[in-house]
């Protein structure tokens, strides 16, 4: 079977991998640097088994990568859309332009194909689009990945989604089934609206689940209070469990901040009241503006003028930084008119958005007053005592 897949991100790679194991694929992308180190066996983004993989799906001659829209959809059953789709504040809506001017070019060159939504869509999506289009050959499936774990998540499914209740969603899952290595895996199937929603209000939670650990840890932090004690004591009740509760700066990435902002905006657009749902969104905001006036404190406790920023990227084994939370606490010291200064080896450029990085540690660590870190590392073991972060688990979860 031939399955198109457009777009080569996290979702759109990681997908065409798993898929790749039993089926010819063709991944699309508008970048020809993507497509050519993908063509390489080289993986475009950080993620230990998409680079382990993706060097066999090539050599196999199961996966191949295009920018040539003709060769990715011409005979394919499925095509599967993993375009980015970021929140946009102006309309508050995702801006899904890239997916529709996907199912305008299937429709144009092979009507017949099974369209699949893998990007992340406001509630309500497909049943417009089906309209939109006059086509009925559209479904949404979720996606429930991390950064850096995104084919190992492909290949170890929490449950498998799908927004249609009939043969060929059924057909679908079964393809997913087949490259996973996790076959005990919980298969649902729901109208396409209630798939929609099950993506956000499960991010949503995931969002709520980290401003409350970090609110708990604003009050430790104000209080003088062992945050790490309360976090344990409270987690050994199993309904709230020892896991996803390592303190941040707040929630960024890929997903929470963009899906937080649009599940908000589907209740306003509906009308219907709610309080955590938009409290969830300002308790992030509030997160990050206190540990921007820790910071400052602490810069003061070391009579220092520079802050160092230690990594953007919001964990290890991910080379993301969008809408990172560093970056806005960023924002507010300089705002005061702190100096900052970066060490961040993904980037390969000498200044970031105005700020001076540093591609050598050592000389990053002596020029820094004071050290801000996410997640601690070891490369910053050495001077622990001018390092802030509220990382008490050592984790990235």
Do not use: W
């Not at 040539?68 to 929140?87: M, R």
């Not at 999506?125 to 429930?144: A, C, D, G, I, W």
């Amino acid at each position: 079977m031939k399955i198109a897949i457009a777009g080569t991100g996290y979702v759109g790679l990681s997908n065409g991998i798993l898929l790749a194991q039993n089926n010819e694929v063709v991944a699309l992308d508008i970048i020809p640097e993507k497509v050519s180190l993908i063509n390489q066996g080289k993986s475009p983004i950080d993620d230990a088994e998409i680079s382990e993989y993706l060097p066999k799906m090539i050599t196999s001659g199961n996966l191949k990568a295009t920018t040539d829209k003709h060769e990715a959809y011409t005979n394919a059953t499925f095509v599967i859309i993993a375009t980015p789709t970021d929140y946009d504040p102006l309309t508050d809506y995702f801006n899904t332009k890239s997916i529709e001017a996907v199912i305008q070019d299937v429709l144009a060159i092979n009507p017949d194909a099974l369209m699949v939504i893998k990007s992340t869509i406001p509630v309500g999506y497909v049943v417009q689009m089906r309209e939109k289009f006059n086509t009925t050959n559209l479904l949404f499936s979720p996606e429930f990945l991390r950064e850096g774990k995104a084919l190992y998540d492909n290949l170890h499914p929490s449950r498998i989604i799908v927004g249609e209740k009939s043969q060929r969603a059924k057909s679908f899952a079964q393809l997913l089934l087949e490259g996973a290595i996790k076959k005990d895996v919980p298969v649902l199937f729901t109208d396409p609206t209630e798939a929609e929603a099950i993506k956000l209000f499960a991010n949503n939670y995931l969002a709520m689940r980290v401003a409350y650990f970090n609110e708990l840890d604003s009050y430790a932090l104000a209080n003088n209070l062992n945050a790490q004690d309360i976090i344990q004591g409270i987690g050994h009740d199993p309904r709230i469990g020892l896991h996803y509760n390592n303190p941040s700066f707040g929630y960024g990435g890929y997903c929470l901040p963009k899906d937080t902002k649009q599940l908000l905006a589907n209740y306003k657009t509906a009308n219907v009241p709610n309080a955590i749902i938009e409290a969830i969104v300002h308790s992030n905001t509030l997160r990050k503006e206190f540990m921007a006036k820790q910071i400052m404190q602490q810069l003061l406790v070391q009579n220092g003028s520079t802050v160092g920023i230690y990594r953007l990227i919001m964990k290890e084994g991910s080379d993301n930084f969008r809408s990172s939370a560093i970056e806005d606490i960023i924002n507010y010291l300089e705002a005061e008119d702190i100096e900052v200064i970066i060490y961040e080896p993904v980037l390969h450029q000498s200044t970031h958005e105005g700020l001076q990085v540093y591609q050598d540690l050592q000389t990053f660590k002596d020029k820094s007053s004071i050290i801000v870190a996410n997640r601690l590392s070891e490369d910053i073991v050495d001077v622990q005592d001018k390092v802030f972060t509220r990382d008490i688990f050592n984790s990235d979860a």
